[in-house]
Structure formats: C-alpha cells, structure tokens
C-alpha cells in the first residue's frame, strides 16, 4: 500500500505539473497578439510579423539544433511534420483564413483542434474516451464561442472556412507529434531539440511564404503605440520570440507529454480567453458580458476534461500509452 501510494502521489505531482505547463504556454501563446497588433498597425505585413517571430525563435534554439543533430537522422519525418504543421502550418493557415472570415470565426474553427484531437484518439488510434472529457471539450468549444463573438460577423465563405479547419488540423499535428515516442522503449526524442528543428523547419516554409527581403525593416527602429503609449518596436519582437515563442513552445509540447494530447488540446482553448483578457488591459478592448461568462465556460470544460482523466500510463480511457498495455489492463480487469 505504501508503494502504491507514492506511485500516485507521484502521478498527481506530475499531472499537475503538466497541467500548469500547459496554462503556462496558452498565457505565452495568448500574449502573441497583444505584442504583434501594435507591430502590424505600425506598418508591418503580419506574414512578416510571422515570419520575425518563427525565424528569431529558431535562431534562438539554433545551438540546442547543433546539440541534438542526431535527430536528423533518427527522427528525420517527426521534426518535418513538427515544422510543417505545429509551426509553419497553424499559423500560415490562421493568416490566410483571416484574409476570408472574420477573426472570431477563425479562431472558433481553429480551436475545434481539442474536439478534433479526441476524434484521432478515438477512430484513428482506437482508444477509447470518456463521457467527461468530451463534455469538457463541448464546454470549452461552446464557451470560446461566446467569448469570440461568434455571432457578430459569420461569414459563410467557403474558402476561409477551409483554411480555418487548415489551421485546426495543423494543430491537432501539432499535439499529436509532440507526444510521439512518450512511452517508446528507447525514450522519447528530447522535447527541446524536436522544437528547434521544429522551428527550423518552420522558418525555412514561412520564409518562402512571407518573402521577408520586402518587409519594411525601418519600422523596428521605431516605436509602436500600445493602447496610447509608446514602445520600442524591437520590445515588442523580443516579447514575441522569446515568451511568445520559445517558452510557449517548449511548455507546451513538455505539457503534452505529462498529460496527453487530448487534454492539453482541451487547455489550450485558454489561450483565447487570455488573449482576450491581455487585449481588455493592455490594448483597450473591453470584454462584453457574453465574452466574460464565455471565459468562465472555458475555464469550467477545461477542468472537467483534465480532472476526468487518469495519469498517462494509467491504462484507462483518455490516455497516452500503448494499445497493447491498454489491452493488457483491459484484460487484467477481466
């Protein structure tokens, strides 16, 4: 009984740190577009924008590429699809959407990821879920709902509708791959070294999209109005790659792999209600009461769907861990 005790105890330690790794990322993640607004109303292209903020990250995580070069050669298609679709994808998607929909109604459709990611757990990966952390994630869809204003612009346009469900399927990419090899007999690949060829690969995409030798470079010498006040434009890029970026980054994919994809997914809908509440303070952007009790929502599904499920390797529904150990705890119940 001792031991099996300070098993979960240890379970618990590690689930909680996971779960305040995932908060931890959405805020850095959420705090992107307050710093990147006040840069594109300063006459920066926000594909440019992009461009700044995977290209310096990645030149920040370039040392930590050297250290794990062997990547490369053991994970060549990991760090691909990592770059592909968790960096390059999402965010060149969302972009495009936005040139067709409305904001709310892009990032509605783009944090369908969580629901999506519960789909690829349950019909592709053929692990069973429970009713809890779907409910949690029907909570949290509907509460980003209010908290976007939905209903205040729809647009039906077909196109942006599509390049929106781009961006969701990319980042549902971007936390299934982040957990692959959680629970390989060889170990995981080193989250660190996955994000800086991640971002590498990110960069190299983005740089033929965004064509940066045509941005106006005479803007970062400047400063940005924030809500009334001035500031240095290049404050605001430094916000952007290193908070916005690479700790957003490393949190999160850590995040998912002390908790799963599904779950993390189901937090990291608080990235729209902290970008939304960063706005209200620092840009002026007020919250309605719609937006406000939307907010609540969120928080509410996110916490249903993280306190339903178990500890990773624990063998039942919404967990990370093989299908043979599933199977085997399956078995063993019997």
Not at 3 to 11: A, D, F, I, P, Y
Not at 80 to 87: E, H, I, K, Q, T
Not at 276 to 291: D, I, M, N, R, Y
Request: charged share 10%.
């Amino acid at each position: 009984m001792p031991v099996h005790t300070s098993v979960s105890s240890q379970g618990n330690r590690g689930k909680g740190l996971g779960l305040g790794l995932a908060i931890g990322s959405a805020i850095a993640f959420g705090g992107s577009g307050v710093a990147a607004k006040p840069l594109i109303e300063a006459g920066l292209d926000p594909l440019h924008v992009v461009w700044l903020r995977v290209a310096g990250a990645a030149l920040v995580m370039l040392p930590l590429a050297v250290r794990h070069r062997a990547l490369v050669r053991r994970r060549p298609a990991l760090l691909a699809g990592f770059g592909l679709l968790g960096v390059a994808g999402v965010q060149a998607f969302y972009f495009a959407a936005l040139s067709r929909v409305p904001v709310g109604v892009a990032l509605l459709v783009e944090y369908l990821a969580p629901a999506l990611v519960l789909g690829w757990v349950r019909f592709v990966q053929r692990r069973p879920v429970t009713r809890a952390a779907a409910f949690g994630v029907v909570l949290a869809v509907g509460g980003l709902a209010c908290v976007v204003e939905v209903w205040a612009g729809l647009s039906f346009d077909a196109l942006g509708l599509l390049l929106a469900l781009g961006a969701a399927g990319c980042q549902v990419g971007y936390f299934v791959l982040s957990d692959q090899g959680s629970d390989s007999a060889d170990g995981a690949p080193d989250p660190l070294g996955v994000i800086a060829y991640g971002l590498l690969v990110g960069a190299a995409v983005l740089t033929v999209v965004a064509r940066p030798w045509g941005m106006d470079w005479s803007v970062l010498a400047h400063s940005a109005v924030m809500d009334g006040t001035r500031v240095p434009a290049w404050v605001l890029l430094v916000w952007i790659v290193l908070i916005a970026t690479v700790v957003a980054y490393v949190t999160g994919v850590v995040s998912v792999r002390r908790l799963s994809p599904q779950i993390a997914g189901v937090v990291a809908c608080l990235e729209a209600v902290i970008a939304t509440v960063l706005a209200w303070v620092l840009l002026g952007e007020h919250l309605s009461a719609p937006q406000i009790a939307g907010g609540a929502v969120v928080l509410l599904g996110a916490f249903i769907a993280q306190s339903s499920a178990p500890a990773k390797n624990s063998g039942e529904p919404v967990t990370g861990g093989s299908p043979e150990r599933q199977l085997a705890a399956r078995g063993t119940a019997a």
